[in-house]
């Protein structure tokens, strides 16, 4: 039972080259959510996936695109990225958007855009 | 202002001492309040949530609520060198709510 996995752990990139995130979960959760850590900023939501099929924006979308393909993957897009995109990217999953004080995550992709 | 503030640290500790991690807040619509865990280049890791006031205990952590201070605590007992990590608060109005995070307070326990 791996829980939430995402790939690449590492990703260097120029500005205005694009990427995707991946992120699996194999907990049978509903939803999904994507954030991005910063220093002294906390963790913020970038987007989220109440379920399969639906996507919504979160504090900071931006810059970002997201597909849930089904229920266990949740991608995040950088369509052409930015320095101020240089973060560290956690992938989150709840059993359901009604529980989402008890959220579990990934290890994180660090990401720098230069 | 920020909806929910941690002192930053770092905080360092000798091992077995009793350490105290605080978040205030500033919405009082606030009702469910999360710890996570987060050691160095790691995920967050969920310790705890308590929904309103008063405390939860899971052996040597305890998290306390004081609403009428927009106030949250967690105690660590008998603190060990694997407590040293980065400590999120966080909270929400409701269950379906999206989650604000406090920037996390850096723990050391040193051995």
């Known amino acids: 039972n791996a829980g939430v996995t995402q790939t690449p752990k590492f990703q260097v990139l120029k500005t205005g080259q694009s990427m995707t995130l991946q992120c699996a979960q194999d907990?049978?959760?509903?939803?999904m959510y994507w954030y991005r850590q910063d220093p002294g900023m906390g963790l913020r939501l970038i987007y989220y996936s109440a379920s399969e099929g639906t996507t919504d924006k979160g504090e900071v979308p931006n810059g970002y695109n997201v597909s849930r393909l089904n229920k266990r993957e949740f991608s995040l897009r950088l369509e052409s990225a930015a320095p101020s995109q240089t973060s560290v990217y956690f992938c989150?999953?709840?059993?359901?958007?009604?529980?989402?004080?008890?959220?579990?995550f990934g290890p994180g992709t660090r990401l720098t855009v230069t | 202002q920020k909806e929910v503030e941690q002192d930053p640290g770092p905080l360092s500790v000798p091992e077995g001492a009793i350490v105290s991690l605080n978040c205030t807040y500033s919405?009082?619509?606030?009702?469910?309040f999360m710890w996570y865990r987060q050691y160095s280049r790691k995920g967050p890791e969920l310790l705890m949530y308590?929904?309103?006031?008063g405390n939860k205990e899971d052996g040597r952590f305890t998290a306390q609520v004081d609403k009428s201070s927009k106030y949250i605590s967690l105690f660590i007992r008998d603190s060990q060198p694997s407590d040293s990590a980065t400590y999120l608060c966080?909270?929400?109005?409701?269950?379906?709510?999206?989650?604000?995070f406090g920037p996390g307070t850096s723990l050391s326990v040193i051995p």
């Open positions: 907990m049978n959760h509903n939803s």
């Open positions: 919405n009082s619509a606030f009702q469910y």
């Open positions: 989150a999953s709840s059993r359901d958007r009604g529980i989402g004080y008890e959220q579990y």
């Open positions: 308590t929904y309103s006031s």
């Open positions: 966080a909270t929400l109005k409701t269950s379906y709510d999206k989650v604000i």
